[in-house]
T-cell receptor
């Protein structure tokens, strides 16, 4: 069974640009959660989507947004990129929001 | 404010040793406490998890000890192997056992020397 797939794996963007990251969950999984991982702040929760609805949101500015499609694939968007947005962005999928979650390998975003 | 505090930051043990990683929390509403293992270039993988109505849970060589009154929990790795060298994260959440709104500790980098 294929795991959680995140694309692209690596991305370099310029400050002020916007970026869209993609997450394809494991087949049959309807919940997708996004996390930001940095050396300084560790793993921080961004948001969770279930059946195309955002169910929970972490403490990030409105520049961070996401969506989920009917096939459960999810995208997150960061607008007006700042240097501090450089991080590994991870998504995790689960059947429901109370079942074991599996993380993807992440997208490494570098803002220059 | 770090909701889950993890120590030590790094740990080096000999093969066969028993590394212990500790975590503490303040929010008594937390009711799910998982541990994740992360290798370089990979996403975190769930190792073992516990709920506050249980004081200990064992899965293979991994054991969680949970002290509800002290608001602390720890991971013990029995008979550690070089392949266990990774970064370990404790986490906590409320009302879910998935990846929704997990509060992670800062991680412990474990090195097991052959």
């Amino acid at each position: 069974k294929a795991g959680v797939t995140q694309t692209p794996r690596y991305l370099i963007k310029t400050r002020g640009q916007q970026v869209t990251l993609s997450c394809s969950p494991i087949s049959g999984h309807r919940s997708v959660s996004w996390y930001q991982q940095t050396p300084g702040q560790g793993l921080q929760f961004l948001f969770e989507y279930f059946s195309e609805t955002q169910r929970n949101k972490g403490n990030f500015p409105g520049r961070f947004s996401g969506r989920q499609f009917s096939n459960s694939r999810s995208e997150m968007n960061v607008s007006t990129l700042e240097l501090g947005d450089s991080a590994l962005y991870l998504c995790a999928s689960s059947v429901g929001h109370t079942s074991e979650a599996f993380f993807g390998q992440g997208t490494r975003l570098t803002v220059v | 404010q770090q909701q889950v505090k993890q120590s030590p930051q790094s740990l080096i043990v000999q093969k066969g040793g028993i590394p212990i990683i500790n975590c503490a929390y303040e929010n008594t509403a937390f009711d799910y406490f998982p541990w994740y293992q992360q290798f370089p270039g990979k996403g975190p993988a769930l190792l073992i998890a516990i709920r506050p109505d249980v004081s200990e849970k064992k899965e293979g060589r991994f054991t969680i000890s949970f002290n509800k009154s002290a608001k602390q929990f720890s991971l013990h790795i029995m008979d550690s192997q070089p392949g266990d060298s990774a970064t370990y994260f404790c986490a906590a959440s409320i009302g879910t056992s998935g990846a929704n709104n997990l509060f992670f500790g800062t991680g412990t980098r474990l090195t097991v020397i052959p």
